[in-house]
């Protein structure tokens, strides 16, 4: 039987260093955060999407994806300001599955192909890494979300994946350390997108 994967997509934040609300900015014809969505459609049975900052806009733009295979749930943050682990620990509220991925919504160049052999990997904690440098998506066990509720909300994930033998899996996807925090980013994304997927 097929192991049942679900994700925990990150985009509650204010995106403020980017000069724009990063998560529905345009890359090609889709929201970055759709393309980071997008990435987990036949490998997730379902998708929890963390709210925060503009939850309306975050929710409309989700309504309107093209996406048929994979559930997708908004659940909103209302304590988004206290930072990113507070997300985290709302997000793993909501699993069901005893394997989830998780990574911030601003990782739109992450290829598939990733996404599916971390899935096919073993281990409570496993990274993707590029050129010795880890990245995103990750995938966390059961284990982990236990840890991640029970830690104190001052915490962080560094802190509690301390605790878990991590498994590094080498890939060949320099989009796992490229994410979206200011716009010199931005440009780098949409050259790197129109270079190697919008051939």
Do not use: W
Request: net charge neutral; charged share 25%; glycine share 6%.
């Amino acid at each position: 039987m097929k192991e049942v994967i679900e994700a925990i997509v990150l985009a509650a934040g204010y995106s403020s260093r980017a000069k724009n609300f990063k998560m529905t900015m345009p890359l090609g014809e889709k929201p970055i955060l759709e393309h980071t969505i997008s990435k987990f459609e036949g490998i997730c049975q379902r998708v929890i999407v963390i709210t925060g900052y503009k939850q309306e806009r975050i929710e409309k733009t989700i309504s309107k994806m093209d996406i048929t295979d994979m559930k997708i749930e908004c659940v909103h943050n209302e304590h988004f300001i206290r930072g990113m682990f507070s997300s985290i620990q709302k997000g793993c509220e909501y699993l069901r599955s005893s394997t989830f991925f998780m990574t911030p919504g601003d990782y739109p160049l992450v290829s598939k192909n990733t996404i599916q052999s971390l899935a096919n990997e073993k281990g409570e904690v496993v990274i993707p890494s590029n050129q010795y440098k880890a990245g995103h998506p990750i995938k966390l066990s059961k284990d982990v979300k236990e840890a991640i509720l029970c830690a104190d909300s001052n915490s962080n994930l560094r802190c509690v994946l301390r605790a878990f033998e991590k498994n590094y899996m080498n890939v060949y996807d320099p989009g796992i350390l490229i994410d979206l925090d200011t716009p010199e980013d931005y440009r780098g994304i949409e050259e790197y997108y129109h270079n190697y997927f919008s051939i």
